[in-house]
């Protein structure tokens, strides 16, 4: 099972099967007070297949309309801590976009890995260049660490753009062509 390969566990599991990416990610968690629990908005620009292959890249492309319409992925953000309360494929200035807007309890339950003592820390391999983020940044031989320390950050952000974005799939058309024909 692939997950989204180029930004490490926090694409937040989105489309749980095929090799999608997209040109940039957007990050934001706010905090509610008690500090553990809160909201995370995730955008996704650009969303395409990271395949080669015609047949594979239908195959993400129904991927991705099932993660859109299907209960399936519901319930598999439920598994990792978060109740999705709102998820929408739409096309901006020609390019797919998901926007995905989520609750949860316990940011540990989130992000399992990446939460320790206080601290939520992700990696950024040398594939992502960090647009713009509030967190803390060191750079590394490999990859960079972005990290922020909680519960003194009530909003986390992290932006995130593809340093090599050539995709041979076209998301935007087949989406517009799907949505001709449910109409």
Same mark, same amino acid.
């Given at each position: 099972?692939?997950?989204?390969?180029?930004?490490?566990?926090?694409? %937040?599991?989105?489309?749980? %099967?095929?090799? %999608?990416?997209?040109?940039?990610?957007?990050?934001?968690?706010?905090?509610?007070? +008690?500090?553990?629990?809160?909201?995370?908005?995730?955008?996704?620009?650009?969303?395409?297949?990271?395949?080669?292959?015609?047949?594979?890249?239908?195959?993400?492309?129904?991927?991705?309309?099932?993660?859109?319409?299907? +209960?399936?992925?519901?319930?598999?953000?439920?598994?990792?801590? %978060?109740?999705?309360?709102?998820?929408?494929?739409?096309?901006?200035?020609?390019?797919?976009?998901?926007?995905?807007?989520?609750?949860?309890?316990?940011?540990?339950?989130?992000?399992?890995?990446?939460?320790?003592?206080?601290?939520?820390?992700?990696?950024?391999?040398?594939?992502?260049?960090?647009?713009?983020?509030?967190?803390?940044?060191?750079?590394?031989?490999?990859?960079?660490?972005?990290?922020?320390?909680?519960? @003194?950050?009530?909003?986390?952000?992290?932006?995130?753009? @593809?340093?090599?974005?050539?995709?041979?799939?076209?998301?935007?058309?087949?989406?517009?062509?799907?949505?001709?024909?449910?109409?």
């Amino acid at each position: 099972m692939k997950r989204w390969a180029p930004l490490l566990p926090l694409y %937040l599991a989105f489309f749980a %099967l095929g090799c %999608l990416i997209s040109e940039t990610t957007q990050f934001t968690i706010t905090m509610n007070d +008690d500090g553990k629990a809160g909201t995370i908005v995730t955008i996704m620009r650009n969303v395409q297949s990271a395949e080669v292959d015609a047949e594979k890249q239908e195959k993400d492309f129904e991927e991705a309309i099932r993660s859109w319409k299907g +209960d399936d992925y519901l319930l598999e953000r439920m598994h990792d801590g %978060l109740y999705v309360r709102d998820r929408n494929l739409s096309i901006e200035d020609n390019a797919l976009v998901w926007k995905e807007k989520g609750i949860f309890s316990d940011l540990g339950d989130v992000f399992k890995h990446e939460f320790r003592h206080d601290t939520l820390r992700f990696i950024i391999r040398d594939d992502q260049n960090i647009v713009a983020t509030n967190g803390t940044v060191i750079s590394t031989k490999d990859s960079t660490i972005v990290f922020w320390a909680l519960p @003194a950050m009530k909003e986390i952000s992290l932006t995130t753009r @593809a340093n090599s974005f050539n995709v041979k799939s076209d998301f935007a058309a087949r989406f517009k062509q799907y949505l001709k024909e449910q109409q």
